[in-house]
């Protein structure tokens, strides 16, 4: 049973919080580049003029961001030349927006595909290393997605030994990871951020441990393409995977895998795609070349020669061509500086109102979950009562504050969740 603050309680709290949180707020609002494009002015958090007015005090973009009005824009100039518009004029950026994601994660152009999902992308690694196969050894964790779960249970039903790793006060440890990995070891399959606590891996400590026992390295970096620094070479990640319609602020149907260009030639194709190849002549068709095969092709090199198929989404694309600019030119950085601010504040106060904390306090990602026995039935109505939108699930909540959001927002829900 959580234990309940009088508001009054409560608002009084708030005025003692330290004056130094209010200083890095404050220190957190540095303009932005002018140079962002399509920016007029400099920009500064919270940055409610991107996104313009919503519903409700939206605090769950974890699990959906909000499109921001410039993401929008782009949207509608790829559809109106969808429409057939005479005045529409637009190019669509496929190039140009896998170099934009390769730029954000310090990745080559190359070693980028696009994909479904992120879901999608783990399969395709685990397909391109010939997984499953009867007698390999995996390690992944109970902080990795849950979607997973049924991937390497169903993995272990056919024969892959797969050792799960449990937290301890909401984290794995290193020595955990350690202990796990051997010789033989084919994959450690992990989530770079946690989709259920925002605990951090040490992505770079994990990878040395399994090189050096001769594994490879998955990170599902969802929660974290966008809202926390990722560098692919920093890490030394071997493969990475993420969708768009979180902090990419993008859409549902697109989504890229990351595949390290060393392990090109052991990846193991599972698809044969048009949309892989570099070239490709047919001998079938009136006037073609004579040829002795019905086609000759070349595939791209890279990882889109690896595992593309067909076409991808391009609403998804147009989308991401602002999204992208709006995220390289802004910073990560100063995006997650913003988040921290207010993610301080929930970490400090919501034990305070008496709910148990999940996530680890040293957490960078912009997640804050608690666990509550009977959330859903405790929290739904009152919350979608005062219009304000946070993943509930049936034990838990969890609340993922973006860069349009404000110490305001977090004030509205604590007070909700005080009452």
């Known amino acids: 049973m959580v234990e309940k603050h009088t508001r009054r309680e409560w608002l009084k709290s708030l005025a003692a919080l330290p004056v130094a949180m209010g200083a890095t707020v404050a220190g957190a609002e540095a303009p932005v580049s002018a140079s962002f494009p399509g920016s007029a002015a400099a920009r500064v958090f919270p940055d409610k003029d991107a996104f313009g007015p919503m519903a409700m005090t939206y605090l769950d973009s974890g699990s959906q961001h909000p499109l921001s009005l410039g993401a929008r824009r782009s949207l509608e100039r790829y559809l109106a030349k969808r429409a057939l518009d005479p ?8 190039d140009a927006v896998r170099e934009k994601f390769a730029r954000l994660i310090n990745a080559d152009p190359e070693e980028i595909a696009y994909v479904p999902s992120t879901t999608a992308g783990e399969h395709l690694v685990i397909k391109g290393l010939g997984l499953p196969a009867r007698g390999t050894h995996v390690v992944t964790d109970t902080l990795h997605f849950f979607g997973s ?3 390497y249970q169903e993995m272990a039903k056919r024969g892959v030994e797969v050792t799960w790793l449990r937290p301890v006060d909401g984290r794995i440890s290193l020595e955990a990871v350690e202990r ?3 010789r033989g070891t084919r994959l450690v399959a992990l989530s770079a951020v946690s989709t259920y606590n925002g605990f951090e891996h040490d992505v770079k400590h994990v990878c040395e441990i399994a090189h050096a026992k001769g594994a490879l390295v998955y990170a599902d970096i969802v929660h974290a393409a966008g809202c926390i620094p990722f560098d692919v070479k920093a890490t030394g990640v071997d493969f990475a995977a993420c969708a768009s319609y979180k902090w990419l602020m993008g859409d549902f149907g697109l989504g890229f895998l990351y595949v390290r260009r060393d392990l090109w030639e052991r990846f193991q194709r ?5 949309y892989a190849l570099e070239q490709f002549q047919t001998h079938v068709y009136p006037f073609d070349p004579p040829g002795s095969n019905v086609a000759d092709y070349a595939t791209e090199k890279g990882a889109t020669g690896l595992v593309a198929l067909g076409t991808h989404s391009h609403t998804c694309i147009a989308m991401l061509d602002h999204s992208l600019d709006y995220l390289l030119a802004t910073g990560v950085e100063r995006i997650q500086a913003h988040a921290q601010t207010l993610t301080g504040v929930l970490k400090q106060e919501l034990p305070r109102l008496g709910y148990a904390l999940a996530t680890p306090p040293e957490s960078r990602a912009p997640i804050v979950t608690c666990v509550l026995e009977g959330a859903r039935e405790k929290l739904f109505a009152k919350l979608d009562a ?6 509930i699930a049936k034990n838990r909540f969890r609340v993922t504050p973006s860069v349009f959001n404000d110490r305001a927002d977090v004030d509205r829900l604590l007070s909700v969740l005080a009452a």
């Open 270 to 274: 599972s698809q044969w795609g048009y």
């Open 386 to 391: 005062a219009k304000i939108r946070i993943t």
């Open 87 to 94: 005045a529409a004029n637009y190019p669509l950026p496929e």
């Open 149 to 151: 779960f049924y991937l």
């Open 180 to 182: 796990a990995v051997r």
